[in-house]
């Protein structure tokens, strides 16, 4: 077992190990003193996981219940979690009981912000399934949900209360979805480890993946400790976020998934750069390699201009600009606020 403490306001500890999941109800407990567990989950993982979760929570002595709603991202709505809400009440659910979020990027941002929200706030517990919650969406507190207007416009900061990373889930992950996660741990490899990045060129993702877990949580960790609410550095890990979640609007959340939009958006976002001598020449292809190594989109299908117009309203927004995240080489990185009014120039559209 790889065990990872966070040291946010309230610190909680990053378990990694094969079969943990059936160990969930043991790990929730050391945590919690709760009478009630609500695992909540999508049509896709339930099936799979539940049964050995609820069963390990009730054998630890928590009366469980399961909220499943349909899967996919265009559910990440106020609508779904107005649903939850509703099983918190008709299922007893007070201040001192849990939610347990079992399931990928969009399972746990929702279970995490119902569980923020609900009676001002209950304890929650991460159970990801996919690579791409494993080494970020799980970890560092962001919750929240989409609007048409935008992706996850709101939300809360929200840490759980321990996070369980059972590598034996990826097993049931269809490949497409576990290409999704590695646009996420390129983007790690970019902005914080060429070491990374380069292990990434030279081996192949799936015979090393309890080392990219490990080593892309750990990065993520290092962030989030010194910028727990977003505030500052922790900006850099919107890196390939900006075009992302703009190529994502576009596609109204459906037909590109989030860690392809962000490899993506990192993509188009360093070949700019690069034309302009920001970012060490060579980068982009190097990242384009890495896209087509682990089969991810490499051309848009839409317009610089659109995907530029479709930042607008990006959460990223600050005072009358849009910071956005560049390379100076593979894994260093900094914060660039582009004013609002020079978006346009600045990428010449």
Known sequence: ??????????????????????????????????????????????????????????????????????AGEERKRLSTIEKMYDHFFEHNITRTDIIVALGGGVTGDMAGFAA?????????????????????????????????????????????????????????????????????VIKYGCIKSRALFERLEKENAGDIIDDIIYESVCIKRDVVEHDERDTGDRAILNFGHTFGHALEKLHNY????????????????????????????????????????????????????????????DKKSSGKGLNFIFLRELGTCFINKIPTDKLSEFFCV
């Not at 919690?32 to 996981?49: G, H, T």
């Not at 390990?56 to 399961?66: A, H, K, R, W, Y």
């Not at 049931?172 to 979805?177: N, Q, S």
């Open 116 to 184: 923020a929200s609900y009676l001002r706030g209950i304890d929650f517990v991460q159970i990801p399934t996919t690579l791409l919650s494993q080494v970020d969406s799980s970890v560092g507190g962001k919750t929240g949900v989409d609007l048409p207007s935008g992706k996850n416009l709101v939300g809360a900061f929200w840490q759980p209360r321990v996070v369980l990373i059972d590598p034996d889930t990826l097993s049931t992950l269809p490949g497409h979805f576990f290409n999704d996660g590695m646009g996420e």
């Open 1 to 70: 077992m790889k065990t990872i403490e966070l040291k946010t306001g309230r610190p909680y500890n990053i378990f990694i190990e094969h079969g943990i999941i059936k160990d969930t109800g043991k790990y929730v407990r050391q945590v919690s003193s709760a009478l009630r567990a609500v695992i909540v989950s999508d049509s896709n993982v339930a099936p799979i996981y539940s049964p050995a979760v609820k069963a390990s929570l009730e054998e630890n002595g928590f009366e469980t219940s399961l909220f499943v709603f349909e």
């Open 254 to 313: 459906s037909g590109i998934t989030h860690g392809e939009a962000v490899a993506l958006g990192a993509l188009i976002l360093t070949r700019i750069t690069e034309e302009k001598g920001i970012t060490e020449a060579g980068t982009s292809r190097r990242i384009l390699a890495l896209l087509e190594k682990y089969n991810m989109p490499t051309a848009a299908d839409f317009s610089l201009s659109e995907i530029v117009a479709a930042t607008r309203g």
